[in-house]
């Protein structure tokens, strides 16, 4: 476990000096941009647009560029030519808020908005099937133990890993490794279906070592990098029965007409099985602010007071017309508390 270091707030000075370095348009941007994950993108869009339609503030900018590529931009300065907010579909790492700190962002505030289920999912002209991560690793691993040691995946069909599943292709479409979703899948099906194989930790004593081996996806064609694009997967998955696309809970919700999702030992996604710590696969998601801009970039206040109400995230709320999970009353209160203060990141 890391150690808790609080994030500090940036000096005014050092905020006015790296607002004046930028160019003359950059100085008037007068609305509020976010980048990163693509199954946190519809939300936060959402969101922008009951805001902008307020008519207080500008309509805010949302960009989808995954995860790890937003909080990369997110991370890369302090002033107007850098964004506001950072979707994510996983916590912040360590090493991004070292990134941040080292280039002048240092005061984030962190705001769980809710829960989503990551979805196995195939189209329903397909026969439903129940998966585990323990199946899960074994179809995608790039090595497997065979005879004490770890070789490459022989692993063709589904039904050569359990002769109940398909006798058909292995093949998934997912996210890339800039995704949050790809970051997700890996610690909680892939490491974790890794670890219920008794064989590995035979085969590779290093803890460290085999946990590199447990997530280390194979790159013959049975997993498929599909971009960040969700609504591409949907659609390819609707062409290709014997397919199984990766993505958040929200993606399945919104083309339950003509996508069903695998259950997970035995336990099918729904709102009510992640929120209850049933199903498996099941994350929180996030909204990273840079504080500095705050009271600089017109209505970032007002924005988190838009995205933390109960209209928005209640159980009732607008979100959750759109696929997310909310949490329980009391913890979305706290989250709207400490959000509309901008109470520092402590990680």
């Known amino acids: 476990?890391?150690?808790?270091?609080?994030?500090?707030?940036?000096?005014?000075?050092?905020?006015?000096?790296?607002?004046?370095?930028?160019?003359?348009?950059?100085?008037?941007?007068?609305?509020?941009?976010?980048?990163?994950?693509?199954?946190?993108?519809?939300?936060?869009?959402?969101?922008?647009?009951?805001?902008?339609?307020?008519?207080?503030?500008?309509?805010?900018?949302?960009?989808?560029?995954?995860?790890?590529?937003?909080?990369?931009?997110?991370?890369?300065?302090?002033?107007?030519?850098?964004?506001?907010?950072a979707n994510a579909s996983r916590r912040i790492k360590k090493s991004e808020v070292d990134q941040c700190a080292a280039n002048g962002v240092t005061?984030?505030?962190?705001?769980?908005?809710?829960?989503?289920?990551i979805a196995l999912a195939s189209s329903k002209k397909a026969a439903p099937v129940s998966l585990s991560t323990i199946v899960l690793w074994k179809a995608l691993a790039k090595e497997v133990p065979v005879n004490g040691a770890l070789v490459a995946n022989p692993y063709k069909l589904w039904s050569d890993i359990d002769p109940t599943l398909?006798?058909?292709?292995?093949?998934?479409?997912?996210?890339?490794?800039?995704?949050?979703?790809?970051?997700?899948?890996?610690?909680?099906?892939?490491?974790?279906?890794?670890?219920?194989?008794?064989?590995?930790?035979?085969?590779?004593?290093?803890?460290?070592?085999?946990?590199?081996?447990?997530?280390?996806?194979?790159?013959?064609?049975?997993?498929?990098e599909?971009?960040?694009?969700?609504?591409?997967?949907?659609?390819?998955?609707?062409?290709?029965?014997?397919a199984f696309g990766v993505f958040g809970y929200s993606y399945l919700d919104q083309n339950r007409d003509t996508l069903r999702a695998a259950k997970m030992d035995g336990v099918e996604l729904t709102a009510e099985t992640v929120a209850a710590g049933q199903y498996e696969l099941a994350r929180p998601l996030y909204i990273y602010v840079k504080t500095a801009h705050a009271g600089v970039i017109p209505g970032i206040r007002e924005f988190i007071g838009e995205y933390t109400s109960e209209r928005a995230v209640g159980e009732d709320g607008y979100l959750v017309d759109k696929g997310l999970i909310p949490e329980p009353k009391a913890l979305r209160d706290a989250a709207r508390t400490q959000a509309v203060g901008l109470t520092p990141l402590q990680f």
């Open 1 to 85: 476990m890391t150690t808790r270091t609080p994030v500090i707030a940036a000096s005014a000075f050092a905020l006015a000096l790296s607002f004046a370095a930028t160019p003359a348009s950059a100085q008037s941007r007068d609305q509020i941009r976010a980048v990163g994950s693509s199954t946190v993108f519809p939300f936060t869009t959402a969101v922008a647009e009951a805001f902008g339609k307020t008519g207080k503030f500008k309509t805010p900018v949302i960009e989808s560029t995954g995860t790890g590529g937003g909080l990369k931009l997110f991370c890369a300065g302090v002033g107007p030519g850098h964004p506001d907010i």
């Open 107 to 117: 005061t984030i505030t962190e705001l769980k908005i809710g829960y989503d289920g």
């Open 166 to 224: 398909p006798k058909a292709a292995i093949e998934v479409l997912g996210p890339p490794p800039t995704s949050g979703t790809r970051d997700t899948f890996n610690e909680l099906a892939m490491l974790e279906g890794c670890k219920k194989v008794a064989e590995v930790a035979k085969a590779v004593p290093d803890e460290k070592a085999r946990e590199r081996a447990c997530m280390t996806i194979r790159e013959d064609g049975a997993y498929v």
């Open 226 to 242: 599909a971009g960040e694009n969700d609504n591409l997967i949907v659609q390819k998955l609707t062409a290709n029965p014997n």
